[in-house]
C-alpha cells in the first residue's frame, strides 16, 4: 500500500535544559545528567491512550543508519516516520490504513528483519490479524496487502509485539483469546525465506483459567531470550497476580526456569515459577511489568503494585545469576487501586525499564504525584540507593513509555516516544484534542 507524504510539523531536533522540570532533581552523587534532545514528530490521536501505551512494543525502532516511529494521526491513519541517525529530521508519510481510536488497545507497533523489510502490526483487540510488511526499505514506505504469518491462532489477537534477537532475528509475541482465558504464542521470521514459522502454539496457556500478561521479551548479549509476565484470571485488573519468568537458550524451542530446569510447554499457572514472593489478587499489581538484561544476561523486572505503606509503589526485581532480589524503588503517598475493566486511568504509568552496560537500572514512569513528567529512577550496583530525576515537564495525562530497544543497546541512547494523551476509564474516549507527537532522546545516562 503506498503512502502519502504528510507535513504536520516543522521537524528540527532541540535540545533541553532543566529549567521545565515540574520537581527539583533528586540527584545523588555521581548519578547520570543527561543530555535530552527532542525530534518532533507532528499531530496525532490523544484522546485515548492508543498512541502511549505501555505495550507499544515496538513504537520505535532502528537499524544502524535509520529510526522509523508508528503512530495514528487523529484521522484514525497510521504515520509511518523515518529519519536518519544521528540527527536527522523526520520524513513523514501517512498511510492508507486505519485502526479503530476508540479502543486504547488496537495500537500500532513495527519490526525491523535482517533483510532490510519494515513490519506492522495495527489495531488488535481480539480480533484477526493485521499484518502488512513491505518488500525492502526502498521506498520504505510502501506495504503488501494485508495477509497472515502462518495462519495458525490469528483470529483473536491482542497485544502484538516485535523482538529483535540478539544476532537481528525477528520474533513476533502475541496473545490468542481473552482476559482470564489467554494464551501467548510465539512465531519467527525467516529472512531467507521471507517467511514466517510457528515457534510456540502457545508458550503460555492460561488454561481457561487464567491469561498470561506479559514484558517485553528481550534477547540478552549472550542470546538468551527472557520473559516475565504476571497472570490475570479475569477481565478485572484486581485479578493480577504473581510474576513469572522463564528464558530460552535455543531462540524460543525450549525454555527454562532460573535455576535451570526444563519446562514442559506450554507452561500454566500450575507449572510456572513465582519469582521472589506470591503477589495475591488484590494487590494492585499492574498487568505488562517491564523487562531488561545487564551485560552479564541477568534480567531486571519493573512493576507496580501496593508497597509497604499501603500505596502502589514501583519495585525492582533482579536475578544475579544465583538468587533472586527484591526491592521498593518508590516512596509514593498518592493512593490508589487497580481493578475494573478495559483501559483504565491511573496516576501512574506502568514503568519501562533500561539497563546500562555498566549495570545502571534506569526505571522510566509517569507519576501523577510528581507533576506527570517523565520521571527516571537510577541505582546502580548493587541497587542499594535510588534517585529519581524529572526529566520532561507534565502533566502528561496518561502517557506510559515506550522506546527503541535497538538504539539503546547499539548507541547507549534512550529514545522515548512521548505524546500527552487522555483516557476515560474502562475504555471511555476523551475529547482531548490532538497534540504533537514527538521523539525524546537521552544521552550521557552511562
Known sequence: ??????????????????????????????????????YPLGLAYAGTEINATIFRIQSVASDAQHQFAAYYAPDGHIVLARRT?????????????????RDAHDDVVLGLSPDARLHLAYDHH??????????????????????????????HVTYPTFVNTTGGNLLFFYR?????????????????????????????????????YWCRPEASADGVLHLAWCWRDSSNASTNHDICYIRSRDGGASWENSAGEKLALPVTPATANVVVRVIPKGSSLINQCALATDAQGHPHIAYYADGANGVPQYFHLWF???????????????????????????PMSRPEIAVSKSGAVFMITRDDEFGGGVRLYTARPPYAQWSALDLLPGPLGEWEPSYDLQRWRRDGVLSLFVLPVKQGDHENVTDYPPQIAKVVEMAGLE
Open 1 to 38: 500500500m503506498s503512502g502519502r507524504r504528510v507535513f504536520l510539523f516543522a521537524v528540527v531536533g532541540v535540545t533541553l535544559g532543566w529549567s521545565g522540570c515540574t520537581n527539583p532533581p533528586a540527584i545523588s552523587s555521581g548519578d547520570p545528567k543527561p543530555v535530552l534532545t527532542e
Open 85 to 101: 541517525l544521528p540527527q536527522g529530521s523526520w520524513d513523514l508519510r501517512m498511510l492508507d490504513i486505519v485502526g479503530d481510536l
Open 126 to 155: 481480539n480480533q484477526p490479524l493485521h499484518y502488512r510488511h513491505t518488500e525492502n526499505l526502498d521506498p520504505w514506505w510502501t506495504f503488501d496487502p494485508p495477509g497472515p504469518m502462518t495462519g495458525q491462532r490469528e483470529a
Open 176 to 212: 490468542d483469546g481473552q482476559s482470564g482465558n489467554g494464551a501467548l504464542c510465539v512465531d519467527a521470521y525467516d529472512a531467507t525465506a521471507h517467511a514466517w514459522r510457528v515457534v510456540q502454539s502457545p508458550l503460555l496457556d492460561g488454561l481457561t483459567l487464567s491469561s498470561p
Open 320 to 346: 544475579d545469576g544465583q538468587k533472586w532480589a527484591a526491592q521498593e524503588v518508590s516512596h509514593r503517598t498518592l493512593d490508589f487501586s487497580v481493578g475494573g475493566q478495559g483501559t483504565l486511568k491511573l
